[in-house]
DNA sequence: CCTACCGATCGGTAGG
DNA sequence: CCTACCGATCGGTAGG
């Protein structure tokens, strides 16, 4: 509910949506849900989006652009694996705190879209993972990780464990960003077990 | 779609209606989709279950209780903390290759049940919870596993991509839950990076 | 941006 | 277990 005051935008309608399907899923938030959200009523909606999956694509892929934007230029910086890792870690923390509710969105309710609509957002997906698949495959070649039977196992339950964050993570804990990336980082790298 | 043979009982009902929140997410599996399934009228349902969101209570509750079965005796073992680790593992992927779908709709579903009926699964999701805790407070205090600034964000996140398992694992595919299992527990207790 | 409304679908029930 | 239906709500549109 907004008290009329500014302007209702594409921009205003997205923002609303994000916090709201971050709450509540996708399909169980109407349209009247996000008219109330902005001021507006349901049909009036329309002036300013073309419809509510188009509403939820856009929110996805903006979703998974900053995740892209952040880690792409650490996996590409020639530092050891180990610490690309850890960058990557650390910059998926920050967008993470950044952008909880849309990353929420982004992580699980893709599922939503029309089938044409989730191959785009698969392509998005996959640039991701490869992402981490990079740092892991270059650092067993260069012998800064170590040698596994199921390096790709490696690399979906360490996208798995950093998307799961987004379940718990608030910015109001005791446990920033930072700390939490860097207690992943530790993990992933030497483990729970005393070396 | 059923054809016509054998009687509909509510253990048919909840198992077609595992398959379809599943597959789909509880909001948009409509009991239209359930009744045909099964082979029965939407209105007919109702004779051998009380509601939808009753059938989504059940299915969540079961499917958590699974979990707690199969890892409790692991952690009440006795055993160091890195072989209760390992096994608590190996026995979650157990479970999670004989229920997979059922997991799907036990992890992240119960978000459309009531907030009483959140509770009562919010007390099971605690239970399972702690038994990772325990595992790890235990392995820390005995020295097994090494002293670290946030020992939540390891239980969290070793959880976390447990249940991330889920997304990705498929029955067909060339990884058996026993091969991940392992992979999963090596890279918790030892992590990526070459010792 | 509102008024007024569309057809479709929802979970669930009465009465047999 | 079906017939027949309930009121509520859904995303979206025509016309102003």
Redesign the pocket.
């Known amino acids: 509910m907004r008290s009329s005051s500014g302007?209702?935008?594409a921009e205003l309608i997205e923002q609303e949506a994000v916090r709201l399907f971050g709450e509540r899923t996708y399909?169980?938030?109407?349209?009247?849900?996000i008219?109330d959200a902005v001021?507006?009523?349901?049909?009036?909606?329309?002036?300013?989006i073309?419809?509510?999956?188009?509403?939820l694509l856009r929110i996805v892929e903006r979703g998974i652009q900053n995740y892209l934007d952040a880690i792409t230029p650490v996996v590409e910086s020639g530092e050891p694996a180990a610490a690309r890792l850890r960058g990557a870690i650390s910059a998926h923390m920050s967008v993470l705190a950044a952008t909880v509710e849309q990353t929420r969105v982004a992580v699980h309710q893709w599922t939503y879209l029309s089938s044409e609509n989730q191959k785009q957002v698969a392509a998005m997906r996959n640039r991701y993972e490869e992402l981490f698949d990079r740092i892991l495959r270059e650092g067993i070649a260069s012998g800064d990780f170590r040698a596994m039977p199921h390096p790709r196992v490696a690399v979906l339950s360490t996208i798995g464990m950093l998307n799961s964050v987004t379940e718990w993570y608030s910015p109001d804990g005791s446990l920033t960003a930072a700390d939490i990336g860097e207690a992943l980082a530790d993990n992933a790298l030497v483990g729970l077990q005393q070396p």
């Not at 399909?27 to 849900?33: E, I, K, L, Y």
């Open positions: 302007p209702v935008s399909p169980v938030v109407g349209m009247r849900d008219g001021g507006l009523l349901p049909g009036s909606l329309y002036v300013h073309s419809s509510k999956e188009e509403l």
